[in-house]
């Protein structure tokens, strides 16, 4: 669910987002000498490939950005700049986190609202009734959302079922039963599209890099931002699972990068979005016991197998509760209680927190970046005595 999930918030074709789990698991577990962080498509990526195939117009030339964002990481490894993203201020970091998520929840509430083809916020407040809402994606998306606030403010969270077979996942099969079954109406838009692959082989849905644009400034440009976007989640995360991993073993930040770099070339060649190591795949992986690599390469090898012996399956999932599964994680990482922190925290740290945010939600996430760092910068240095 979350390959199609991400694949969806990024505007990219749904297989993409599976291509990248596989590569994620198969490719970087095999290269990464972290032994329990899992990599695969992130939410911290989503606004800005949904910014880059838009601007760039063809999924194919995205895919050089893809391919380049790769071998910029790969070359940051050699250069040993696995530490740079302890550079970056703390609060402009959270900043870009929190800002990914606003984005995230709002371009996911019309998928929610079973909206597919959206024309605009201003046209869904201004004409509700006409906004294209279709009642049984709206119905089976309300009921998830509603099930998903209740696991995450009750004790329901704690139940050992749910250590076994992720709520997500449950909540993937519940609406996949409700859309068909359900009498209230429901298109075929609704649902996941695998590009035709329930009539083919996983093999025969790859699609490959126009390399005639790769030298194009754009691509270039979306390619080094993807690096430095990827990069920085990717070296987050890796701090986070040292300090879960229950051996308490270290990861070499370079090689990882290097893993990194490998994995998005090779996710690019063949079809897939970017890739980073995820905290919310990382945690899982943790919470379940494992103690080695082995259990990141396996799950890519069930991706493998689940989308080659199973598709028909996968196009039975509506686009709804991938939505949903989107908005609580762009909510976790735009949570209140976040806001409040930083101001309790003061301005030197709040003020560049909401102008990264700002910078980013009326711009792009590179200059939200720089806007945030600029900023703290001019505070740092105007109290320093």
Known sequence: PLCLGISLASGAPLISGVIGGIIGGIVIGFLSNSHVSVSGPAAGLAVTVFGAIKDLGNFEIFLCAVVVAGCVQLLMGFLKLGGFAKLLPHSVIEGMLASIGILIVMKQIPYVLGIVKFQGYKELFTNFSHAGMVMGPLVIGLICLVLYIIYNTTSLKTAKIFKTIPFSLMLVILASVLAVTISLP???????????LENGSFWEVFKHPDFTYILRYD???????????????????????????????????????KAQ????????????????????????NINAGAKSKLSAIIHGFLLLISIELFPKLLTKIPLTVLAVILVVAGYNLANPKLFKKMISHGYKDFI??????????????????????????????????
């Open 186 to 196: 429901i298109l075929e838009e609704h649902f996941v599209d695998l590009g035709h």
């Open 261 to 284: 770099g490998l994995g998005n070339i090779i996710s690019g060649l063949i079809g897939g979005i970017p890739l980073t190591s995820v905290i919310v795949r990382t945690s899982v």
């Open 219 to 257: 691509v270039l440009k979306y390619g080094f931002i993807i690096a430095l976007v990827a990069s920085i989640e990717t070296l987050l995360c890796i701090e986070a699972s040292d300090k879960l991993d229950p051996v308490k073993r270290t990861t070499d930040t370079n090689r990882e990068l």
């Open 352 to 385: 560049p927190f909401f102008a990264t945010i700002i910078g980013i939600v009326s711009t792009d996430l590179l200059i939200g970046v720089v806007i945030g760092a600029v900023v703290a910068a001019i505070i740092h240095f105007a109290t320093k005595k």
